[in-house]
């Protein structure tokens, strides 16, 4: 069996008039991640972590925002297009492990659900999809509300 691992991270303003989408849910919230998809960071780093893990290069290679037919793409859709590249290649997911940075709002209560969206588009238990958040005690970008920010781990296999 042939184990990678890959590493993803990404991140995107917050700004007024936006919608904000972490883990393929709609927080509510009086500012939203601006992107030229719909700029889901959890996402996004995810399948950073995934492409990367593969030897794939990354989503700016596979989604550029030059590229109209992205433009407000729902993130889950580009997460499919992803897991299919992998298949191509004999890849299956084992689990990633992914923590959002973010000041506010406090997203603890929305985890389970972003796990079992997660799951379900990767075909893996949801119990090998970990999903935590941080703060960054008010300091940086993200700490003064000005951004969002993500990580992720994720473990490919073929056998």
């Known amino acids: 069996m042939i184990f990678k ?3 993803g991270y990404d991140v995107h303003q917050l700004k007024k008039g936006y ?3 972490i883990g393929g849910l709609k927080i509510p919230f009086e500012k939203g991640s601006v992107g030229h ?3 889901d960071v959890l996402i996004h780093a995810i399948m950073d972590a995934l492409l990367g893990a593969a030897g794939l290069r990354d989503i700016g290679y596979h989604f550029p925002d030059t590229d109209m037919q992205y433009k407000g793409a729902d993130s889950k859709e580009l997460l499919k297009h992803t897991l299919e590249l992998l298949k ?3 890849f299956k997911v084992g689990n990633l492990d992914a923590t ?4 506010k709002p406090k997203i603890s209560d929305y985890i389970p ?3 079992e969206v997660l799951s379900e588009i990767i075909q893996i238990p949801v119990e090998d999809v970990s999903v935590k958040a941080t703060t960054t005690e008010k300091l940086g970008f993200v700490g003064e ?4 920010a993500a990580h992720a781990v994720a473990l490919i296999y073929k056998s």
């Open 37 to 39: 998809s719909d700029a």
């Open 113 to 115: 659900k972003m796990q």
């Open 88 to 90: 191509e290649k004999g």
């Open 5 to 7: 691992v890959g590493f």
């Open 100 to 103: 959002v940075s973010l000041q």
């Open 145 to 148: 509300g000005k951004g969002i």
């Open 19 to 21: 919608e904000l989408t």
